[in-house]
């Protein structure tokens, strides 16, 4: 079925989803997200099969984050792989807000970017809105946060995106290239839009109502780089789409292709409710955690079982509410052993704590890997930046 | 008598002043402007014979745009004054937006500013907002308005400021070095400030928005250059207070000094009414109009005199109300020569036609020099341009 998005105005407002049980801005996400109803009030697409057949047809494999439906929605994801089909690549295009450490919450998409990139030969302009941090926090200094641009893109490198391929923009550094393109953007964003579609408020600083263009702006970069109109997919979590959305409506104007998205569902905190935040450190697994941290957040994490032993034997669990299940079945269990272990967890078979150890072994055995690679990026650094002339 | 200006909160609003009469923003100027009220509403102070008195101290002579009223109101001026007194220098800042090519009436505060240049040896920072011009412009594109910011620089080089002590910034080009301190600004000035000094529209543009941050940047770069506290005086017409008033009210909680200002009224058209400006080509002389086009210009002129010569023999004319007598006393005239002409003209003994003469042989005088001057500039420009380091 055709849903029609784009026949309709796309920058329709974001900001007072409030009335309808939640509320998602690139900011904050509140109350109970019902991702169906994202998709319908967003205008974006749910990922059919048709669409994962598609794309299946060039990486040969149904990507786990695919079939599990972690990344669920999208806009023109049919398009870009079509064109693909057609001897036409794309560039990636994603980012990071350097506000903290990063988090297994902040990985998801960014091993989903890793797979189109391996599968696709497609360059990655990779951002980091260090401005944006600055602009949106109370208590961070342009230095603290340059810190924490540099700390996060250790993580970036240690993902082990292709360094031919993948470049890292950081605002603050890479504005002299960025500007032209805020310029041409900003102009074409008027205050009434921008409002309607991220809520600013009469408090609001005259910088952040200035951000959104900034973010845009890789979004065309790669046409600049080619020096031809060139498509762009970003994937991203669904809260990001507010930026894409605004930038979709001036592409075409400015001469340009629609930047194309494919969307992900939040990531979960592995206390009760909400996603994995950074502002909520004892429900987050960072990249920096040792694994003593990381074995007492684990043992810390609510689940989906009963409250004794006996219940649980009795009455069974319900991994769809546990994230200790999630985290497996997304990061570590291949699809048989996660179907077994949610079929153990429901008939009583299997206690919180068994799940919680495997947790608890599988993350340390990958943090260890991963952070064997982030010591090694550090020699890397200099070879991701973006510079003039990025991929001579 | 001290009108207090530092006591009440500077950032009250501009933008709608269309009801006492008159309204004076950045980007337009309507109404009858009287200097006195916009003194009492922008909060500022007259410039009065104690401060010319101060300023002589140091520069031998009365500047004849202070002798004439031309410059006439300040902020801080006094404060900037003493401190030189005291040993410390300080920076000037001014500045043009190119949106078209310069005119005479662009000339006259960067003729104070050389005037201070030469009197207190201070480095000067010039701004040329390209950035801003596109912004606001329905039809100029980002290239149109770098030609003209080309085009601008050889009128500043022209003027004569000092190659050692002058550096030209242009936004897109120093975006770079400008960005940390428009973060730190920006994120200090909310929307409502904004909006109430500026008269945002739910039409203005994203850019437009964040805009007065980069035009304050500059007022803090010196600074950063000298490593500690620098005063900044800043020579312009009184329509750019509001960038400097918004910037006053944050600086101290940045750690910097207020900038200090010098107003200068606005410079009249040729035609009846109304200030030189490039959107009315004909009541303006620019720096590019040739020998026959100033004739043709000046010959036009709206005056202050008789409709025939029997009634200008009889009654005499108003060189108060005559641009041509305004540009002779402003540029050329000394003060004996111009009270003379002023007398001569009131009481019959001078028929426009001299004046216009006086001025047109004047004009392309100074024109013919200037435009030797700006060709010259043409192997000047990279010595003037802003780079790290700018003075070292």
Redesign the interface.
């Known amino acids: 079925m055709d849903l029609g998005d784009e026949k309709i105005e796309e920058s329709a407002g974001y900001a007072s989803k409030l009335e309808r049980g939640y509320s998602v801005t690139p900011w904050q996400v509140t109350g109970v997200v019902d991702y169906n109803k994202i998709v319908k009030d967003f205008g974006t697409r749910l990922i059919t099969p048709e669409i994962i057949e598609k794309l299946q047809k060039f990486s040969g494999i149904i990507h786990p984050l695919l079939s599990r439906g972690f990344f669920f929605s999208h806009r023109d994801l049919d398009l870009v792989l079509d064109a693909y089909g057609n001897g036409e690549n794309f560039y990636l295009y994603t980012g990071r807000g350097p506000s903290g450490h990063v988090h297994m919450g902040h990985l998801m998409p960014w091993f989903f970017t890793k797979f189109l990139q391996d599968t696709f030969g497609s360059r990655l302009l990779f951002q980091i809105t260090d ?1 944006e941090k ?2 949106y926090s109370q208590h961070l200094s ?1 230095q603290e946060v340059e810190k924490y641009a540099y700390d996060n893109i250790l993580d970036v490198i240690a993902m082990g995106f292709d360094p031919k391929l993948t470049r890292i923009i950081i605002d ?1 550094k890479n ?2 290239t960025l ?2 393109l ?3 953007i ?7 839009t ?2 309607a579609v991220f809520g ?8 952040m ?2 951000f ?2 900034i973010q845009a702006a890789p979004c065309f970069l790669p046409s600049l780089i080619e020096k031809k109109p060139t498509r762009v997919l970003i994937p991203a979590a669904i809260d990001q789409d507010p930026y894409w959305r605004i930038t979709r409506d001036i592409a075409e104007k400015m001469g340009y292709y629609k930047p194309a998205q494919v969307h992900s569902k939040f990531v979960p905190s592995l206390e009760l409710n909400g996603k994995m935040s950074s502002s909520r450190p004892t429900g987050a697994i960072f990249t920096t955690d040792d694994p003593e941290t990381i074995e007492s957040k684990i043992s810390g994490a609510y689940t989906g079982g009963q409250p004794s032993v006996g219940l649980q034997r009795m009455l069974g669990g319900d991994p769809d509410a546990c994230p200790v299940f999630w985290y497996l079945s997304h990061f570590f269990d291949d699809g048989k052993d996660s179907f077994e272990r949610s079929l153990k967890c429901r008939t009583g078979n299997l206690l919180c704590g068994e799940c919680k150890s495997d947790l608890t072994t599988q993350t340390k055995l990958f943090m260890s890997e991963f952070t064997r690679r982030r010591d090694q990026a550090k020699n890397q650094v200099d070879s991701f930046l973006y510079e003039e002339n990025p991929f001579d």
Chains 1, 2 share one sequence.
């Open positions: 401005d600055f602009l342009l603050t504005i002299q500007y032209p805020y310029l041409e900003a102009k074409r964003l008027t205050f009434s921008a409002k600013y408020k009469p408090s609001s600083n005259i910088g109502i200035g959104p263009a």
